[in-house]
C-alpha cells in the first residue's frame, strides 16, 4: 500500500483538474430504472433475502464493544442479533433468541456483563454463547447444556468492524469479500476515534435513502446552508473495489491550490472521503477531525428505513472547545440528513405511491449510484 500523502495527492489533483475545467468523474451514459425497483415489495423481499441477509454487514464498530462482557443488540430485518465481546477477547455474534422458548436475552441496545440471564424464565447465558444454567433444573429435566448455547451467526472483527450474516448457514471470508478495499477502511483508522454520539434516524425506504448517500449532484441545491457550504457540488471522483465504492468530494477550499506550488499542498484539507461499503455502510469525513458513520437497516416494507448515526470524533471531548466543535458537527449533520435529505426523500416516498408506468434515471454525473444499483441487481439474481 502506498502511503496516504501520494493517495491523498492524486486525489487533490484529480479534484482541482475538474474544479478547474467544471467537469466531474462520469458513467458513460445515463442510466434508467423503472420506479418499481424502488416499491415492489416482492423485490424488495427477493432483493434484501439475497443481499441483507447473506452478505455480510458491518453491524457494529469495535468502539461500541471495547471490553470483556461488551455487548450490543441490534434487530436488522426484523432478525435479532446480539454481538458480545467473550472473556477470549473474540466477538461473537448470536441470534438473540433463548433455546428455551425464543425471548430475547438481553433488550435491545448496549451494555455490559458477564452473563444474559433471560427475561421469560431466567436461563442464562455467559458471554461466548454458552447456556451455563438452567432455573429450575430439578423439575424442569436435564437439558444437555453444550448442545443448547445460544445460535451463533458467521462474524468476523475486522478494521474497527464486526461483520455478521444473518442467516447461520451464510458463512463468509471477510477478506475476500473486501479485497484490496480493506486497504482504503485501514486509513479510516477505525479502532483510535472517540465515538461521541450516536442516533437512530427514521427514514424513507431503502433505495431513496442510499441514492442521497452516493452523489454530490444534489449538494448545492439541497445543502446549500449546511454540508453545502463546504464542498463543490456536482463535483465527484469515482473509485469502486468490487461492490464497495469511494466516492471524493472538492472542499470549497480546492480554489486556493490553483496558486499554490504542489509541495506546499496539504490535500486532506481539500477533499472529503466517503467510503461506501455494500449494501449499507456510509464513512464520511464531513469536516476536520470528525466522521460521520452511517448504518442503514431496511425497514419492514420497501417504504422505511432506520439509519444508525455515529459520530466520531478524533479526540475525546475534554476541553470546552472540543465539546463544543463535536456538538456543532454533529448537529449540522443531523441537520442536513434529517431534515433535508430525508425530509427529500419521504417525499419522494410519497410521490411512488402513485406508482405508473415510469423510470428514474441516474446521469453520467451519478456514476455510485449507478454503481449501487448494477450491484443490487447482481447480488440480487446471481445468489
Ligand atoms: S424463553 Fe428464555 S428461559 Fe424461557
Ligand atoms: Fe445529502
Redesign the pocket.
Known amino acids: 500500500m502506498r502511503n496516504d500523502t501520494d493517495r491523498m495527492m492524486d486525489l487533490a489533483r484529480r479534484a482541482l483538474a475538474h474544479f478547474q475545467a467544471r467537469t466531474t468523474d462520469q458513467a458513460d451514459d445515463i442510466m434508467r430504472q423503472p420506479v418499481a425497483a424502488y416499491c415492489d415489495p416482492a423485490r424488495y423481499a427477493a432483493e434484501t433475502q439475497r443481499i441483507f441477509k447473506r452478505l455480510p454487514l458491518a453491524l457494529a464498530l469495535s468502539l461500541e464493544l471495547p471490553e470483556v462482557g461488551s455487548w450490543r443488540a441490534t434487530e436488522m430485518l426484523g432478525i435479532p442479533v446480539l454481538m458480545v465481546r467473550g472473556e477470549d477477547g473474540r466477538v461473537r455474534a448470536f441470534l438473540n433468541?433463548?433455546?428455551?422458548?425464543?425471548?430475547p436475552?438481553c433488550p435491545e441496545g448496549q451494555g455490559r456483563g458477564k452473563s444474559f440471564t433471560?427475561?421469560?424464565?431466567?436461563?442464562a447465558y455467559d458471554t461466548q454463547g454458552a447456556l451455563v444454567a438452567?432455573?429450575g433444573e430439578h423439575t424442569f429435566g436435564e437439558v444437555d447444556r453444550a448442545s443448547h448455547g445460544l445460535l451463533e451467526l458467521p462474524s468476523a472483527e475486522r478494521l474497527g468492524l464486526v461483520w455478521v450474516a444473518l442467516e447461520a448457514d451464510a458463512a463468509f471470508d471477510i477478506d475476500d469479500w473486501l479485497g484490496d478495499f480493506a486497504d482504503e477502511l485501514a486509513h479510516l483508522d477505525l479502532e483510535n476515534w472517540h465515538l461521541f454520539e450516536q442516533r437512530d434516524l427514521a427514514g424513507p425506504g431503502w433505495k431513496v435513502t442510499w441514492d442521497g448517500y452516493l452523489e454530490a449532484y444534489h449538494h448545492n441545491s439541497l445543502h446549500g446552508r449546511t454540508v453545502g457550504k463546504y464542498t463543490i457540488g456536482n463535483l465527484l471522483l469515482h473509485d469502486v473495489w468490487g461492490p464497495h465504492q469511494r466516492i471524493t468530494f472538492g472542499r470549497r477550499s480546492l480554489a486556493e491550490l490553483v496558486d499554490q506550488p504542489e509541495s506546499a499542498w496539504e490535500p486532506e484539507k481539500h477533499v472529503r472521503l466517503i467510503h461506501s461499503v455494500f449494501p449499507n455502510l456510509s464513512f464520511s469525513g464531513v469536516v476536520g477531525d470528525h466522521l460521520l458513520v452511517s448504518q442503514l437497516f431496511p425497514g419492514p416494507t420497501p417504504a422505511t428505513t432506520l439509519t444508525r448515526q455515529t459520530i466520531l470524533a478524533a479526540t475525546p471531548p475534554e476541553s470546552a472547545e472540543a465539546a463544543a466543535a463535536s456538538r456543532l458537527f454533529s448537529d449540522m449533520v443531523l441537520q442536513a440528513v434529517r431534515d433535508e435529505d430525508y425530509d427529500m426523500g419521504f417525499r419522494i416516498q410519497a410521490g411512488l405511491r402513485a406508482g405508473g408506468e415510469r423510470d428514474f434515471l441516474y446521469g453520467r454525473n451519478e456514476p455510485a449510484v449507478q454503481h449501487y444499483h448494477r450491484m443490487v441487481a447482481a447480488f440480487a439474481e446471481t445468489r
Open positions: 433468541a433463548c433455546r428455551h422458548r425464543g425471548a436475552v433471560c427475561p421469560y424464565h431466567a436461563w438452567v432455573y
